[in-house]
């Protein structure tokens, strides 16, 4: 209410300004036929003053705006990345029962362009991703989610990733699989439905996640070839990963 007040105060001041301004113009030169001719030619401007504002500036700064947020959400994308999903994505990849098939084509390598990274987000989501029940190390991968809780709970309440949903579904398939690792008292002679149960939450998690990697590898060649260069280096999906540059 009190700032509704305030408005109409201004509003009234600017407008008695200006019937001041037109009454001295009138009192020294007693020309009102040019008052009449400037005042109805700056009506039929504001039409066109209008259209500047609310279709051209208003669109420059809304893309100005989505800009800086999607700059704060690759910065939260990318503390996700370099705290715990490159490391979870290799602990995922090593229990594929098809990684001569799928690993391959994922490998980023230095020379990639963005048909190269298109072909590969698309491989990522078409392929089926086996998780063996057998070769999945729940022990270290219970272990490594549940250092990461914390930060898990702090990127789900983040509000900048509120419009990212393939992001936020990422989020809630690890956070899913955390809890229910966490909810077994041990993982030692699990059942085999269990551990098939279990498989099916780790698979969910790297069909989301290989996606996401891949994409934020390519905002990293895009915005920060250096950040880039020593993932090429050192990310899991590749034979040898090595921080030595050769």
Same mark, same amino acid.
């Not at 809780?149 to 983040?158: C, Y």
């Given at each position: 209410? $009190?700032?509704?007040?305030?408005?109409?105060?201004?509003?009234?001041?600017? @407008?008695?300004?200006?019937?001041?301004?037109?009454?001295?113009?009138y009192a020294i030169f007693g020309d009102a036929r040019h008052i009449w001719i400037?005042?109805?030619g700056d009506l039929a401007f504001l039409p066109i003053e209008v259209l500047l504002v609310a279709l051209i500036i208003e669109r420059l700064l809304a893309r100005h705006e989505?800009?800086?947020?999607?700059? $704060?959400?690759?910065?939260?994308?990318?503390?996700?990345?370099?705290?715990l999903g490159t490391g979870l994505l290799g602990d995922l990849a090593a229990s594929l029962e098809n990684r001569a098939e799928i690993l391959p084509a994922l490998a980023v390598s230095g020379d990639w362009n963005a048909a190269d990274f298109r072909k590969a987000i698309e491989h990522a989501a078409a392929v089926e991703w086996r998780v063996?029940?057998?070769?999945?190390?729940?022990?270290?991968?219970?272990?490594?989610?549940?250092?990461?809780?914390?930060?898990? @709970?702090?990127?789900?309440?983040?509000?900048?990733?509120?419009?990212?949903?393939?992001?936020?579904d990422l989020m809630w398939a690890v956070f899913h699989l955390m809890e229910e690792l966490a909810a077994r008292p041990s993982l030692e002679n699990l059942p085999k439905t269990d551990r098939e149960h279990l498989a099916g939450d780790a698979k969910r998690v790297c069909s989301h996640?290989?996606?996401?990697?891949?994409?934020?590898?390519?905002?990293?060649?895009?915005?920060? %070839?250096?950040?880039f260069s020593i993932? @090429?280096?050192?990310?899991?999906?590749? %034979?040898? %990963?090595?921080?030595? @540059? $050769?």
């Open positions: 209410m $009190k700032s509704r007040i305030g408005l109409l105060i201004i509003a009234a001041v600017l @407008v008695a300004a200006s019937a001041a301004l037109y009454s001295l113009h400037y005042l109805l989505r800009s800086q947020r999607l700059r $704060k959400m690759n910065m939260v994308i990318g503390t996700f990345f370099s705290e063996s029940a057998e070769r999945l190390d729940l022990a270290a991968l219970r272990a490594r989610l549940t250092e990461s809780r914390d930060l898990l @709970v702090l990127l789900l309440a983040n509000p900048n990733l509120l419009e990212h949903e393939r992001f936020t996640l290989a996606g996401e990697w891949l994409r934020y590898c390519r905002h990293l060649q895009q915005a920060y %070839p250096y950040i993932m @090429v280096r050192t990310h899991p999906l590749q %034979p040898n %990963p090595s921080p030595t @540059v $050769k």
